[in-house]
T-cell receptor, first 113, second 110 residues
Framework: DGGITQSPKYLFRKEGQNVTLSCEQN?????MYWYRQDPGQGLRLIYY???????QKGDIAEGYSVSREKKESFPLTVTSAQKNPTAFYLC????????????FGSGTQLSVL | QKEVEQNSGPLSVPEGAIASLNCTYS??????FFWYRQYSGKSPELIMF????GDKEDGRFTAQLNKASQYVSLLIRDSQPSDSATYLC??????????FGQGTRLTINP
């Protein structure tokens, strides 16, 4: 089945630690996105990539980093510079030119120990 | 002013009634409008999109767009308990990326 796989489902971060969230898609989509969702809030864009080896900052990129070495994969690293990382992280993908019709992964809940 | 605003609710509707969800946006240049449904602890899924003024119907769902008043709404007819979820309005302002509202939590009471 085609889809987007995020892992892990739950992740805990210690002070000063970098953690990486995985996102893999087999939909053959060109564009991939990372969103953050805080309780009772909408989605805020962290980073997006429209093509391999290229990515752009979203509205809240500080404290995060990404890479896009393969079309299928778009991992997100939450660095120690991100002082308030507790949130639900959603990865999404779309066909080029249909950036509004997003397909989402199941999400990763990140918490701070 | 937020780019996309929704009443966070909760909105409570009896089963079988019409649920009406509203969204306003600030950028007059916005061209594309979307409704995503998100069940608790799950990821959003696209349920409706609308580009032109007027109504667009899909089964029990109707999206309504009024660009002059800068609002978009979602009507759910014959509401079912399975419709209980948070509904996210999303807009593409001008030529930029999708912007989401904070969502409206809808509860359908049996």
């Amino acid at each position: 089945d085609g889809g987007i796989t995020q892992s892990p489902k739950y992740l805990f971060r210690k002070e000063g630690q970098n953690v990486t969230l995985s996102c893999e898609q087999n939909l053959n989509h060109d564009a991939m996105y990372w969103y953050r969702q805080d309780p009772g809030q909408g989605l805020r864009l962290i980073y997006y990539s429209q093509i391999v080896n290229d990515f752009q900052k979203g509205d809240i990129a500080e404290g995060y980093s990404v890479s896009r070495e393969k079309k299928e994969s778009f991992p997100l690293t939450v660095t120690s510079a991100q002082k308030n990382p507790t949130a639900f992280y959603l990865c999404a993908s779309s066909n080029r030119g249909q950036g509004e019709k997003l397909f989402f992964g199941s999400g990763t809940q990140l918490s701070v120990l | 002013q937020k780019e996309v605003e929704q009443n966070s609710g909760p909105l409570s509707v009896p089963e079988g009634a019409i649920a009406s969800l509203n969204c306003t946006y600030s950028d007059r240049g916005s061209q594309s409008f979307f409704w995503y449904r998100q069940y608790s602890g799950k990821s959003p899924e696209l349920i409706m999109f609308i580009y032109s003024n007027g109504d667009k119907e899909d089964g029990r769902f109707t999206a309504q767009l009024n660009k002059a008043s800068q609002y978009v709404s979602l009507l759910i007819r014959d509401s079912q308990p399975s419709d209980s979820a948070t509904y996210l309005c999303a807009v593409i302002p001008g030529a930029q990326k999708l912007v989401f509202g904070q969502g409206t939590r809808l509860t359908i009471n049996p």
